[in-house]
């Protein structure tokens, strides 16, 4: 029998969708934990199967998107369903929360013997029914109030059927405890606050990428700030649905709640969940599921998943992905300094079962990344991207297309081709130099030279911030292995390093120099250093010692060069804003 939406997770012991025994099951749920796991599987059934097979040509998401850093998506698939939702692991008071929302009143609640809610229980019943059906657009309240009539909407076993139409909303709906403990549909039609304005200056201010009243420090570091406090919430600069469960539940945490907020976009088709957890130290912890596509030539992975069942949909080769991640503080020292998110673990989850498999890798291949590098610069890539967060390229049949492929491919990769191996790093080099550097192209490329010059430039960008990563390592006195180093084998290692990137810094990254700067004062600046071999007579010295000695000196002159190199770009970078000026 093949698989349909409709027999989801049916081989799942804990969860019955239709038996008389089902209301004794959800009261089981008292935790949010338990409360996660429930709205797991309604969720990826009603919000990411259901469509699967109901929408013709259901936009299956790329692996690669579920990969820090994110891309925004330009398409809006108004087809497929869209919500807010949070959770919380505890009652609700109306006047003291910090979000405005519709409540529903609970029957057995103290509050229902009020006069705002009477105790007649059909009379309860029906109020909730008329908050719900005035939120919901006027073609569905109808169907609505046939199908609940009669029915509390606030109890978890109405929740599936109820999904339908809480997916009509553009607002948030809130589940929450009840007196005696039980979770229940609290509110509908809340509005989250998102103070954006005020968020990206406090968090800019705190990082050291604002100071207050510069107005220029402002402007040329204001994305980076924006894009790094979105991706530390699993989003990139995205809608305001999106943006609201990012910056309430940034709220949130710092209130020290537990809580869960949930979003899926109708663009990037993933369910996004952060949530309080007891590792979760600094931030929220983000997941995301989604219905994703493995790639044809993943021929290890097809096989273990199609052994296992773990196929939707084996033809599409379809399956439900979830990944988890972890949040990384800002460190302006480190050469990858907009390193946000980086991925914890992956799990497939079984249709039926919902068995989790952890041990088949789907995106962190990196195999599979050079796989697709070669297929871009061959034009042999069938796919989109999203060019500069404003142009969708499709396929690249055209030398255009693939420099604009090669450019959006190693500013998403950035941060992975700087940290894998070198063995890796060998052959991205070997890849892009078969293409960029390949004499029948020269004239084509002549053509569109900012294009090329663009692609160049973010190469050349990995080359020197791999060096630069080297030296964050050497400066612990590390080697790339991670093996100890002693002082004489850290200076020569770090001199012969500068060296070389003083050739390459042609294309200058300001960044990247004050890293080398940085770097080269904490090793000149260590006090057993000093002391040992600097500040005492050379006479006094071994060989070993006088080794030492030369080799600091040999530091000390190449980062004056360093130095040197950067006040007149400095000074070179004012006379053209005078010149622009007048």
Request: aromatic fraction near 12%; hydrophobic fraction near 35%; charge should be neutral.
């Amino acid at each position: 029998m093949s698989f349909t939406w409709q027999n989801a997770f049916s081989k799942l012991p804990h969860l019955r969708w239709t038996s008389p025994t089902e209301v004794e099951g959800l009261r089981r749920i008292d935790s949010l934990e338990k409360l996660k796991d429930y709205l797991d599987w309604v969720h990826i059934k009603l919000c990411l199967l259901k469509p699967f097979f109901e929408v013709e040509d259901y936009p299956l998401v790329d692996p690669r998107s579920l990969l820090p850093s994110f891309e925004p998506e330009l398409f809006e698939y108004k087809e497929l369903p869209g919500y807010l939702m949070v959770a919380f692991d505890r009652q609700l008071n109306p006047f003291d929360e910090i979000f405005q929302y519709d409540r529903l009143y609970n029957i057995m609640a103290p509050g229902a013997e009020t006069s705002e809610s009477c105790p007649l229980e059909n009379t309860v019943i029906d109020q909730n029914l008329q908050i719900l059906r005035s939120r919901l657009p006027k073609k569905v309240q109808e169907g609505f109030l046939s199908r609940f009539s009669g029915k509390d909407i606030c109890y978890l076993e109405n929740y599936p059927p109820l999904l339908e139409f809480l997916l009509e909303m553009d607002r948030a709906h809130v589940i929450s405890r009840d007196p005696y403990g039980e979770y229940h549909l609290s509110g509908v039609y809340g509005s989250l606050p998102a103070d954006l304005d005020t968020e990206i200056k406090r968090f800019g201010l705190r990082i050291g990428k604002f100071a207050t009243g510069d107005n220029e420090r402002y402007e040329r570091n204001r994305l980076f700030v924006y894009q790094f406090l979105m991706e530390l919430y699993g989003f990139s600069i995205v809608s305001e649905r999106r943006t609201a469960a990012a910056l309430f539940s940034r709220r949130l945490f710092r209130m020290g709640e537990r809580f869960m907020v949930r979003v899926q976009g109708q663009s990037d088709r993933t369910i996004t969940t952060l949530y309080s957890h007891p590792q979760a130290k600094s931030y929220p912890r983000v997941e995301k599921v989604a219905l994703v596509r493995i790639e044809e030539d993943q021929k290890e992975a097809i096989a273990e998943l199609e052994k296992g069942g773990f196929f939707v949909d084996r033809k599409r080769r379809a399956v439900i992905l979830r990944a988890v991640y972890r949040q990384h503080r800002f460190n302006p020292k480190n050469v990858r300094q907009d390193r946000a998110l980086s991925i914890t673990r992956q799990e497939v989850i079984h249709p039926l079962t919902g068995e989790i498999r952890t041990d088949i890798n789907i995106l962190k291949d990196s195999y599979n990344m050079i796989l697709r590098l070669n297929d871009i610069v061959r034009g042999e890539y069938v796919g989109a991207v999203t060019y500069k967060r404003q142009e969708v390229v499709f396929n690249t049949e055209t030398h255009e297309k693939r420099l604009k492929f090669l450019s959006t491919w190693l500013t998403k990769h950035q941060r992975r081709i700087i940290g894998y191996s070198e063995e890796f790093y060998t052959k991205v080099i070997k890849v892009l130099d078969s293409y960029l550097l390949t004499p029948d192209n020269f004239e084509t490329f002549n053509t569109m030279h900012d294009l090329y010059q663009e692609v160049w430039s973010r190469f050349s960008y990995i080359q020197q911030a791999r060096k630069v990563k080297i030296l964050e390592d050497l400066a612990d006195r590390r080697s790339k292995g991670g093996q100890s180093l002693n002082y004489l084998e850290q200076l020569t290692s770090i001199n012969d390093i500068l060296a070389d990137l003083k050739f390459e810094i042609v294309n200058y990254f300001d960044e990247l120099v004050q890293g080398v700067l940085a770097i080269g004062e904490r090793v000149l600046n260590d006090r057993y250093l000093q002391r040992t071999y600097v500040e005492v007579p050379e006479d006094s010295l071994s060989k070993y010692g006088k080794d030492i000695r030369r080799q600091y000196r040999r530091l000390v002159s190449q980062i004056d060069e360093f130095s040197a190199i950067r006040k007149a770009r400095q000074d070179r970078s004012e006379t053209f804003v005078m010149q622009a000026v007048l």
